[in-house]
């Protein structure tokens, strides 16, 4: 495992960040997704090198290593990430969020546009009020309606069994989570390097509680801070069309509202299928850049 680094943020939190492939390589922020840490990454242990990439993920707050932020938004874990690239001495950079991930990657391209040089979301999340509960596996479908008929105290206490499971026992949780996935995700999920990487970053995700998952997912399901109109640089789009976390009739209806440059439909794939385009994926933010 590569070094943890941190960096200081106002009222002393401090965001922690790990590289992997080549420090002197293409810069590259990865932003992982819900729940998630600074493990997740490829299962490739290879592909960043071959790449020439020099890529980085970092704690969204409340994870891993970094501080709980009581007050997090989308646009807050933004500035998070700008203070890393800042940390790194990156003036540009490509920048890819996946699932949970993806709102925060289109904030970072809302806030710094000037640095984004490419932007990516492979099965980025979408806004809450685009989706169709029903297009949902069990889990995110109960989640949405607590927060929408409930409120944030319910959906914490809805969450709070499956994160004291992923603390002990993340592979469990993540069968758990996925049970009424569509098949082809659950084979993905078998695959002992997919499996590896999910399982690990899992684990370091609840290291310190379970607090970052609960802020991250009650910020996913609110408004995000900006309109997807004001992202101004143009986004790739990579998206399974049987994925039930994130279903592709609300990915449509956000990516008629932003500037997009490419938009994939990965056929026969859920919410996991796009690791079957890593490589391509990964190679067309990088040579946009």
Do not use: C
């Not at 592909?47 to 980085?56: E, F, I, Q, S, T």
């Not at 490509?94 to 925060?104: D, K, Q």
């Not at 399982?199 to 609840?206: C, I, N, T």
């Not at 592709?248 to 439909?265: C, P, T, Y």
């Amino acid at each position: 495992m590569p070094e943890t680094r941190t960096v200081e943020r106002p009222g002393g939190r401090v965001v922690a960040y790990a590289s992997w492939g080549d420090p002197g390589g293409r810069p590259l922020l990865l932003v992982h997704g819900t729940p998630g840490s600074r493990l997740s990454r490829s299962p490739d242990p290879e592909l960043y090198a071959r790449l020439d990439a020099h890529a980085v993920t970092f704690d969204r707050p409340g994870y891993g290593q970094s501080s709980v932020h009581p007050e997090r938004t989308i646009l807050s874990v933004a500035d998070d990430a700008l203070a890393v690239a800042d940390a790194l001495g990156w003036d540009g950079f490509a920048v890819l969020g996946v699932s949970g991930g993806g709102p925060h990657a289109l904030a970072l391209g809302m806030r710094a546009p000037e640095r984004v040089r490419a932007l990516g979301l492979a099965v980025g999340g979408v806004p809450s009020d685009f989706i169709d509960p029903d297009d949902l596996i069990e889990i995110n479908r109960e989640g949405l309606r607590r927060v929408r008929e409930e409120g944030r105290e319910s959906l914490e206490a809805f969450l709070a069994e499956p994160a004291a499971k992923a603390a002990s026992d993340p592979g469990g949780m993540l069968d758990a989570a996925m049970a009424d996935a569509p098949p082809v995700d659950l084979e993905m999920l078998a695959r002992p390097d997919v499996r590896t990487t999910i399982v690990e970053s899992l684990r370091e995700a609840f290291v310190n509680g379970p607090q970052g998952w609960f802020d991250d997912a009650y910020a996913l399901t609110m408004p995000w801070g900006f309109e997807l109109g004001d992202v101004s640089p143009s986004v790739h789009m990579w998206y399974g069309e049987a994925d039930r976390n994130v279903p592709i009739k609300a990915v449509q209806k956000m990516a008629s509202q932003l500037r997009v440059e490419s938009f994939e439909i990965l056929p026969g794939v859920g919410h996991m299928g796009w690791l079957l385009h890593e490589e391509r994926v990964l190679r067309t933010l990088l040579d946009a850049d």
